[in-house]
């Protein structure tokens, strides 16, 4: 008996002692006071006895405690822990009110990561509950500032849409240049005759369909591996029925249709990546701009240089970083786990195989190397490299530097020091060990992209050998000393025939003698901000006017990591507006880019952006991925106006968004309207055969709720919807009434 006594008490000691921790959530409102807006977000953590600190990841701001016994740290801007006298206790709960700068209008600004640190010093992962952030207007605005999307205006956008235009079985995304019916039908399942021709286009290409036969005219591998696809995944092969005989002729208006997937910041494994090259070609797209470095990690396996994926892949709860790199966005605090985004890399031999199914595809991978800004993960791990084995021949930053500086991402050490020897050689190493693997794979490296933005002000104006080469070069201060670094790169490039490619910040505001030596080596230049500021019609006609090879990259229609609209539960950033699928289809490139004879044919493509700080999984890249990458395809495709948004979301809704679900992929379905009139509500949908439902009690909509079948009157002075469509749902839709 006394046994059995001792062993139970053990077990329950056991479990006490390792029982999980549990964190609960909330934003308490948006407030504004003399100093600006402001929230306080409450932290309620359960189960206390073995935390010695709790730390979370959120997006940096001006933060303190309200309370004066407890504290909050910052590690790096966005990682911070809090304390209290209490943790360490067998206190039932402690709760931590923290007063924030700025106004919390998006669940991406709510804390992440969130895990603690352990009396002994370990690391351990928490349950953590947001609470409802649409529970009361000022959980997501103020008075004078409310964005949310309410029901009325979704209403009349919904009814906008609406179209009595009947799709045909030719009516695809990106639309066909031309389509003529022949009259009849093809009632055969024959083989498909191909044909090579001569076309000043490489990539045009003919279908002609006609009774029992189908035959490919193409101008080019290219060509031909689009035309087929068309067929493939058009369905225009039918097992049975009829299909009418036609004749298509296609080709694209520009050379570059791309997108970046930025698998830095949170990492997407190289499986997933094929998938987006599928999708890619699917749409007729060609390009994918491969983001595997920056501030937060490297993601690409360098031989020679084992740090940068040692240290620079993995994340995790550190103070010096001297083994790993601080979690950043989101992570439990461990930097060898496989769950999630924080850890990972892509090795050597999964990126020749990629290269290789990419090239299959039609589509060329153009790796970005970020320098000499965005490199904090290669600056650290080549710190580390120095620390554990004397080689300073890589090191990017100079000892005794004092430069002060704040990044767009508010860090404080993240350049490359283009003074020094370590930079250049660095890149010559990367870009060697790059180049050999597009060898191995052979497959044609059509550019490398160097980055070249966002270099802060006072970057190095704390640095004896930048001061110095300033000087004895008579360079234009650190902007001079930028540009110099830039034609570097390019030269270094050029010797291996592998044109560059950058920012913006490559292009702009440089000398004549700096464009001169520079647009030769250059393949294409992303141009996204929509500013008109600095002359000439913005930053793209100047870089155009230039000489460069500009692509279409603007924030407001192509950043497809930008949110969908304002509503709190829609994921994505809003600093450069919002974007969905009507804003890509809205990018004509000779609105964004007005050319003349002197520049015609400059603008030679468009890009969309995935960047990924709020990227949590391959499912919500598919989110942002669709159906705003369908209106980037169609322009992309055709530089003219083609579909109304009428019918382009007919389109969507009836033919994409059912083919997208039968592939298994993940997609943002657009949100009901609500609008009272007269007493009466009324609801619509974007999308027919789609199923609303709704409640009338302030509650959120759930699959059990009452299903929307015609207008109605009600005493509520609140109602809520959602749409139910192919297996998906929408965010909420709220009507609030006087």
Not at 161 to 175: E, F, M, Q, R
Not at 181 to 186: I, K
Not at 584 to 591: F, H, I, K, M, V
Not at 707 to 727: C, D, M, N, Q, W
Request: with cysteine.
């Amino acid at each position: 008996m006394r046994r059995t006594l001792l062993s139970a008490l053990l077990i329950l000691s056991f479990a006490i002692s390792h029982s999980m921790t549990t964190v609960t959530w909330e934003n308490l409102g948006n407030s504004k006071d003399d100093s600006g807006n402001y929230y306080i977000q409450r932290f309620t953590i359960h189960d206390v006895k073995n935390i010695e600190r709790l730390c979370f990841n959120q997006f940096a701001r001006k933060m303190h405690t309200l309370s004066p016994k407890d504290s909050i740290v910052e590690i790096i801007p966005g990682y911070y822990y809090l304390k209290s006298p209490e943790f360490g206790t067998f206190a039932d709960s402690v709760v931590i009110d923290i007063h924030t700068r700025g106004t919390l209008a998006n669940r991406c600004y709510a804390p992440d990561g969130v895990h603690s640190v352990t009396t002994d010093g370990h690391t351990a992962s928490v349950k953590f509950i947001r609470k409802s952030i649409i529970s009361h207007p000022r959980q997501w605005g103020l008075p004078d500032r409310d964005r949310m999307p309410y029901g009325d205006d979704i209403y009349r956008f919904n009814e906008s849409l609406k179209s009595d235009d009947t799709i045909g079985v030719y009516d695809v995304i990106p639309s066909f240049k031309s389509v003529r019916l022949l009259g009849g039908n093809y009632t055969g399942n024959s083989d498909i005759t191909r044909n090579k021709i001569s076309h000043s286009n490489p990539e045009f290409y003919r279908i002609t369909i006609k009774d029992d036969s189908i035959l490919v005219e193409y101008a080019s591998e290219r060509a031909r591996k689009i035309a087929e696809r068309v067929l493939t995944t058009n369905n225009y092969i039918p097992d049975n029925g009829f299909l009418p005989n036609v004749i298509i002729e296609d080709y694209p208006d520009l050379p570059y249709r791309g997108v970046m997937i930025d698998i830095a910041r949170n990492f997407q494994r190289a499986a997933d990546l094929q998938v987006v090259a599928q999708i890619l070609a699917r749409y007729r797209m060609n390009k994918l701009h491969f983001h595997f470095s920056d501030d937060e990690a490297w993601r690409l396996e360098i031989p020679g240089l084992p740090e940068l994926t040692d240290l620079g892949s993995r994340r995790g709860y550190t103070l010096d970083e001297s083994k790993h790199l601080v979690q950043i966005f989101t992570g439990n605090g461990d930097p060898n786990t496989t769950e999630g985004t924080a850890n990972g890399y892509i090795t050597r031999s999964e990126f020749i195989d990629f290269l290789k199914y990419c090239y299959s595809l039609g589509i060329d991978v153009i790796p970005e190397i970020e320098s000499p800004g965005h490199a904090r993960a290669a600056i650290k791990a080549m710190e580390a490299r120095f620390r554990n084995t004397g080689d300073a021949s890589y090191r990017l930053i100079e000892d005794g530097d004092t430069s002060r500086y704040t990044s767009a991402q508010a860090f404080h050490d993240n350049v490359m020091n283009p003074a020094l020897p370590g930079p250049y050689r660095f890149m010559e190493k990367v870009i060697a060990e790059i180049d050999s693997m597009y060898r191995e794979a052979e497959v044609p490296l059509t550019a490398i992209h160097i980055g070249g933005d966002e270099v802060p002000r006072g970057a190095w104006n704390g640095s004896g050998a930048a001061l110095e080469m300033i000087s004895s070069e008579n360079l234009n201060g650190e902007k001079g000393l930028h540009a110099k670094f830039i034609r570097q790169i390019a030269k270094i490039l050029s010797e291996r025939n592998i044109p560059m490619n950058g920012w913006q910040e490559i292009a702009i505001g440089h000398t004549d003698g700096y464009n001169a030596a520079t647009v030769p080596l250059v393949g294409g230049v992303n141009c996204w901000s929509t500013l008109a500021s600095q002359g000439n019609g913005g930053v793209t006609q100047q870089a155009v006017n230039a000489g460069y090879p500009v692509i279409l990259s603007n924030v407001n229609h192509f950043y497809l990591d930008q949110s969908y609209n304002y509503h709190p539960y829609e994921p994505g950033l809003t600093w450069g507006g919002t974007v969905d699928e009507f804003a890509t289809l809205s990018g004509y490139p000779e609105t964004l880019c007005p050319t003349d004879s002197t520049t015609k044919g400059k603008v030679i493509g468009i890009s969309g952006h995935i960047f990924a700080e709020t990227m949590r999984s391959f499912p919500q890249l598919q989110y942002y991925l669709f159906p705003k990458m369908l209106g980037l395809a169609e322009r992309a495709w055709n530089n003219r106006e083609t579909y109304s948004p009428a019918q382009f979301n007919r389109i969507i809704g009836e033919k994409e968004l059912p083919r997208l679900t039968v592939r298994g992929m993940n997609f943002r379905l657009r949100q009901p309207g609500i609008m009272e009139e007269n007493g009466t509500i009324m609801m619509n949908s974007p999308y027919e055969n789609a199923v609303i439902r709704y409640t009338t009690d302030g509650s959120e909509p759930s699959a059990a709720s009452a299903v929307y079948s015609a207008p109605f009157s009600t005493l509520s002075k609140e109602i809520r919807a959602r749409l139910y469509y192919l297996g998906k749902e929408s965010v909420t839709t709220i009507l609030y009434l006087q």
